[in-house]
């Protein structure tokens, strides 16, 4: 399995600003995936990302919204921008061992926008 | 229509209880199942990965596929307090590119 270190595991922001999460990884993968994970939904992606060329995002997130940035093999960043309280969610890291197979998890950050 | 359908509870068992967690499905290009247990402010743990249909045990979990019915298990024996978690079931392959598709997540308490 990947050992996957994320941070912050929690934070509160006001409103109109920005936050940045990051992503390490033990190892060398070439795709990382964002999840945002809501009370009583499941958890959806948010975009994924290559290292050299721009994320993938998913339909309803836009890059100037949650920009991205994968500058090598083990580490990414996920900024949520101009927040408010709409974004207040868990977002999590994700990398699979093998495409389609056995994605592991960072342990979240919790965020609050007030 | 959802591509995963999960029951989201509350379930509540007692210590020792066998513990059915199931998820149906939609699409029937669905090649790898998951089941992940999250405790409280932590990330999805992966617990068991089956691919196709059939069953695979791990210790006291048990996971089983149904293609044909499009449905998935997760049984748990001899329930402990410490199984008191969110456990997601997830999906992927066939024709979803290397996108995954969760449930929505059945939050089980284990009652010592």
């Known amino acids: 399995s990947a050992v996957i270190s994320q941070k912050p595991s929690r934070d509160i922001c006001q409103r109109g600003t920005s936050l940045t999460i990051q992503c390490q990884v033990d190892?060398?993968?070439?795709?990382m995936f964002w999840y945002r994970q809501q009370p009583g939904q499941s958890l959806t992606l948010i975009a994924t990302?290559?290292?050299?060329?721009?994320?993938?995002?998913e339909s309803g997130f836009v890059i100037d919204k949650f920009p991205i940035s994968r500058p090598n093999l083990t580490f990414s960043t996920l900024t949520v921008s101009n927040m408010s309280p709409e974004d207040s969610s868990i977002y999590l890291c994700?990398?699979?061992?093998?495409?389609?197979?056995?994605?592991?998890f960072g342990q979240g950050t919790r965020l609050t926008v007030v | 229509q959802k591509e995963v359908e999960q029951d989201p509870g509350p379930l509540s068992v007692p210590e020792g209880a066998i513990v059915s967690l199931n998820c149906t499905y939609s699409?029937?290009?669905?090649?790898?199942f998951m089941w992940y247990r999250q405790y409280s402010r932590k990330g999805p743990e992966l617990l068991m990965y089956?691919?196709?249909?059939g069953n695979k045990e791990d210790g006291r979990f048990t996971a089983q596929v149904d293609k044909s019915s499009k449905y998935i298990s997760l049984f748990i024996r001899d329930s402990q307090p410490s199984d008191s978690a969110t456990y997601l079931c997830?999906?992927?392959?066939?024709?979803?590119?290397?996108?995954?598709?969760f449930g929505t997540g059945t939050s089980l308490t284990v009652i010592p």
């Open positions: 994700s990398v699979e061992r093998q495409l389609n197979t056995e994605a592991f």
């Open positions: 190892s060398q993968v070439t795709m």
């Open positions: 990302a290559n290292q050299g060329s721009e994320a993938t995002y």
């Open positions: 699409n029937s290009a669905f090649q790898y």
């Open positions: 089956t691919y196709s249909s």
């Open positions: 997830a999906m992927s392959g066939g024709n979803t590119g290397n996108q995954f598709y």
